[in-house]
Protein backbone atom coordinates (compact mmCIF):
# COMPACT_ATOMS: atom_id res chain seq x y z
CA UNK A 1 0.00 0.00 0.00
CA UNK A 2 1.01 2.97 -0.79
CA UNK A 3 0.83 6.01 1.99
CA UNK A 4 0.62 9.94 1.76
CA UNK A 5 1.16 11.49 4.86
CA UNK A 6 0.62 15.18 5.99
CA UNK A 7 2.33 17.33 8.44
CA UNK A 8 3.20 20.36 9.70
CA UNK A 9 5.60 19.98 12.77
CA UNK A 10 8.48 17.92 14.57
CA UNK A 11 7.33 14.38 12.93
CA UNK A 12 7.61 12.01 15.52
CA UNK A 13 4.29 9.72 14.29
CA UNK A 14 5.68 10.03 10.69
CA UNK A 15 8.93 8.93 11.94
CA UNK A 16 7.06 5.93 14.03
CA UNK A 17 5.61 4.67 10.55
CA UNK A 18 9.11 5.12 8.95
CA UNK A 19 11.06 3.03 11.21
CA UNK A 20 8.29 0.25 11.06
CA UNK A 21 8.60 0.19 7.52
CA UNK A 22 12.89 -0.29 7.65
CA UNK A 23 11.73 -2.85 10.40
CA UNK A 24 9.85 -4.90 8.08
CA UNK A 25 6.89 -4.49 10.40
CA UNK A 26 4.95 -2.36 8.26
CA UNK A 27 3.83 -3.38 4.62
CA UNK A 28 3.62 -0.69 3.06
CA UNK A 29 5.55 2.49 1.19
CA UNK A 30 5.77 6.09 2.01
CA UNK A 31 4.85 7.62 -1.16
CA UNK A 32 5.85 11.23 -0.11
CA UNK A 33 5.17 13.67 2.65
CA UNK A 34 3.52 16.76 2.67
CA UNK A 35 3.13 19.98 4.37
CA UNK A 36 2.32 23.53 4.62
CA UNK A 37 5.49 24.47 6.76
CA UNK A 38 8.79 24.48 4.79
CA UNK A 39 10.62 24.23 8.19
CA UNK A 40 8.81 21.42 9.86
CA UNK A 41 10.47 18.83 10.94
CA UNK A 42 8.88 16.06 9.52
CA UNK A 43 10.52 16.98 6.28
CA UNK A 44 13.87 16.69 7.60
CA UNK A 45 12.90 13.27 8.57
CA UNK A 46 11.32 12.13 5.58
CA UNK A 47 14.20 13.49 3.68
CA UNK A 48 16.77 11.30 5.82
CA UNK A 49 14.64 8.23 4.96
CA UNK A 50 14.69 9.31 0.84
CA UNK A 51 10.83 9.86 1.06
CA UNK A 52 9.73 12.54 -1.41
CA UNK A 53 8.58 15.97 0.19
CA UNK A 54 6.60 18.93 -0.91
CA UNK A 55 5.78 21.97 0.98
CA UNK A 56 3.71 24.79 0.70
CA UNK A 57 3.11 28.11 2.14
CA UNK A 58 -0.56 28.60 2.56
CA UNK A 59 0.13 32.95 2.36
CA UNK A 60 1.19 31.83 -1.29
CA UNK A 61 -2.51 31.24 -2.20
CA UNK A 62 -5.47 33.56 -2.48
CA UNK A 63 -7.47 31.03 -0.56
CA UNK A 64 -7.73 28.18 1.55
CA UNK A 65 -9.31 25.97 -1.44
CA UNK A 66 -6.43 27.15 -3.73
CA UNK A 67 -3.66 26.21 -1.23
CA UNK A 68 -5.38 22.72 -0.56
CA UNK A 69 -6.36 22.33 -4.22
CA UNK A 70 -2.92 22.99 -4.48
CA UNK A 71 -1.52 20.81 -2.16
CA UNK A 72 -3.87 17.75 -3.18
CA UNK A 73 -3.08 17.69 -6.63
CA UNK A 74 0.66 16.93 -5.35
CA UNK A 75 -0.43 14.29 -3.18
CA UNK A 76 -2.48 12.78 -6.16
CA UNK A 77 0.84 12.57 -7.97
CA UNK A 78 2.26 9.78 -5.75
CA UNK A 79 -1.14 8.10 -6.24
CA UNK A 80 -1.83 6.98 -2.26
CA UNK A 81 -4.27 4.40 -1.16
CA UNK A 82 -4.54 5.88 2.59
CA UNK A 83 -3.50 9.17 3.30
CA UNK A 84 -2.05 10.36 7.06
CA UNK A 85 -2.58 13.82 8.96
CA UNK A 86 -0.01 13.34 11.29
CA UNK A 87 0.18 16.48 13.36
CA UNK A 88 -1.43 18.58 10.07
CA UNK A 89 -2.43 21.79 11.57
CA UNK A 90 -4.58 22.93 9.28
CA UNK A 91 -8.21 23.24 8.47
CA UNK A 92 -9.01 20.99 5.19
CA UNK A 93 -11.71 22.13 2.60
CA UNK A 94 -14.69 20.14 2.58
CA UNK A 95 -14.10 19.30 -1.09
CA UNK A 96 -11.18 18.13 -1.04
CA UNK A 97 -11.98 15.67 2.23
CA UNK A 98 -15.45 14.61 0.51
CA UNK A 99 -13.49 13.40 -2.83
CA UNK A 100 -11.17 11.26 0.16
CA UNK A 101 -12.99 9.99 2.75
CA UNK A 102 -12.71 6.44 3.79
CA UNK A 103 -8.96 7.20 2.55
CA UNK A 104 -7.38 10.00 4.81
CA UNK A 105 -7.16 9.51 8.27
CA UNK A 106 -6.04 11.91 11.19
CA UNK A 107 -4.55 11.68 14.89
CA UNK A 108 -5.73 13.67 16.96
CA UNK A 109 -4.52 14.04 20.87
CA UNK A 110 -7.88 13.61 22.95
CA UNK A 111 -10.62 10.37 23.26
CA UNK A 112 -12.89 12.14 20.89
CA UNK A 113 -15.37 13.10 21.20
CA UNK A 114 -13.64 14.55 23.74
CA UNK A 115 -11.45 17.89 23.25
CA UNK A 116 -11.90 18.50 19.40
CA UNK A 117 -9.67 21.24 18.28
CA UNK A 118 -5.89 22.96 19.34
CA UNK A 119 -4.89 22.46 22.83
CA UNK A 120 -6.10 19.50 23.78
CA UNK A 121 -4.31 18.18 27.03
CA UNK A 122 -4.82 22.19 28.06
CA UNK A 123 -8.71 21.53 27.49
CA UNK A 124 -8.42 17.84 29.11
CA UNK A 125 -7.04 19.74 32.74
CA UNK A 126 -9.28 22.44 33.13
CA UNK A 127 -12.05 19.64 32.39
CA UNK A 128 -10.65 18.17 35.19
CA UNK A 129 -11.29 14.48 33.67
CA UNK A 130 -9.35 11.51 35.00
CA UNK A 131 -8.68 9.81 31.71
CA UNK A 132 -7.12 11.09 28.55
CA UNK A 133 -5.41 9.51 25.19
CA UNK A 134 -5.86 9.93 21.49
CA UNK A 135 -7.48 8.98 18.59
CA UNK A 136 -7.24 7.86 15.07
CA UNK A 137 -10.12 8.93 12.89
CA UNK A 138 -11.52 8.98 9.28
CA UNK A 139 -11.99 12.16 8.17
CA UNK A 140 -14.50 13.96 7.14
CA UNK A 141 -15.57 17.60 6.62
CA UNK A 142 -16.50 17.92 10.29
CA UNK A 143 -12.91 19.08 12.32
CA UNK A 144 -12.06 15.94 14.48
CA UNK A 145 -15.22 14.65 13.94
CA UNK A 146 -15.28 11.91 11.86
CA UNK A 147 -15.52 7.96 12.78
CA UNK A 148 -13.01 7.22 14.62
CA UNK A 149 -11.17 3.78 14.50
CA UNK A 150 -9.19 3.35 17.62
CA UNK A 151 -8.00 5.22 20.75
CA UNK A 152 -5.56 4.87 23.41
CA UNK A 153 -6.35 5.86 27.05
CA UNK A 154 -4.04 7.52 30.15
CA UNK A 155 -4.33 8.56 33.02
CA UNK A 156 -4.55 12.33 34.25
CA UNK A 157 -2.22 12.47 37.38
CA UNK A 158 -1.81 14.76 40.18
CA UNK A 159 0.26 17.35 39.41
CA UNK A 160 0.19 17.09 35.78
CA UNK A 161 0.66 20.08 33.38
CA UNK A 162 -0.28 20.31 29.95
CA UNK A 163 3.46 19.15 28.97
CA UNK A 164 3.64 16.08 31.06
CA UNK A 165 -0.18 15.18 29.85
CA UNK A 166 1.31 15.72 26.24
CA UNK A 167 4.21 13.56 26.54
CA UNK A 168 2.74 10.42 28.32
CA UNK A 169 -0.26 10.72 25.61
CA UNK A 170 2.58 10.81 22.73
CA UNK A 171 4.14 7.19 23.93
CA UNK A 172 0.58 6.22 22.99
CA UNK A 173 -0.16 8.06 19.90
CA UNK A 174 2.99 6.35 18.09
CA UNK A 175 1.68 2.28 19.38
CA UNK A 176 -1.66 3.61 18.06
CA UNK A 177 -0.99 5.10 14.92
CA UNK A 178 1.40 2.24 14.04
CA UNK A 179 -1.37 -0.65 14.60
CA UNK A 180 -4.47 1.57 12.86
CA UNK A 181 -2.08 2.58 9.84
CA UNK A 182 -1.10 -1.65 9.84
CA UNK A 183 -4.95 -2.78 9.68
CA UNK A 184 -5.47 0.08 6.98
CA UNK A 185 -3.11 -1.10 5.11
CA UNK A 186 -4.03 -5.11 5.24
CA UNK A 187 -7.51 -3.58 3.98
CA UNK A 188 -9.10 -4.84 7.45
CA UNK A 189 -10.56 -1.47 7.88
CA UNK A 190 -12.46 0.44 5.74
CA UNK A 191 -15.35 3.14 6.46
CA UNK A 192 -18.66 1.87 4.67
CA UNK A 193 -21.56 4.30 4.93
CA UNK A 194 -20.28 6.36 7.45
CA UNK A 195 -19.61 2.91 9.68
CA UNK A 196 -16.43 1.96 10.56
CA UNK A 197 -15.86 -1.97 9.79
CA UNK A 198 -13.09 -4.04 10.67
CA UNK A 199 -13.18 -7.66 8.57
CA UNK A 200 -16.40 -6.41 7.15
CA UNK A 201 -18.28 -6.35 10.59
CA UNK A 202 -19.53 -2.84 12.21
CA UNK A 203 -16.49 -2.18 15.51
C1 LIG B 1 0.63 14.94 17.93
O1 LIG B 1 0.29 15.07 19.28
C2 LIG B 1 -0.62 14.88 17.10
O2 LIG B 1 -1.61 14.10 17.65
C3 LIG B 1 -0.99 16.34 17.13
O3 LIG B 1 0.21 16.99 16.90
C4 LIG B 1 1.26 16.22 17.43
C5 LIG B 1 2.20 15.95 16.32
O4 LIG B 1 3.39 15.36 16.75
N1 LIG B 1 -2.11 16.68 16.35
P1 LIG B 1 4.47 14.92 15.69
O5 LIG B 1 4.65 16.06 14.71
O6 LIG B 1 3.98 13.66 15.03
O7 LIG B 1 5.71 14.68 16.49
Known amino acids: RRIAVLASGRGSNLQVLIDAIAAGRLNATIAGVFSDRPKAGALERARHASIPTTSLRP ?19 VQPD ?3 CAGY ?59 VIAQARVPVLDGDDADALAARVLTREHPL ?3 TVKVLAEGRVRLRDGTVTLDDRPL
Open 59 to 77: RDFDSRAAFDDALFSHVDT
Open 82 to 84: LIV
Open 177 to 179: LLA
Open 89 to 147: MRLLSEHVVEARQGHMINIHPSLLPAFKGLHTHQQALAAGVREHGASVHFVTSELDGGP
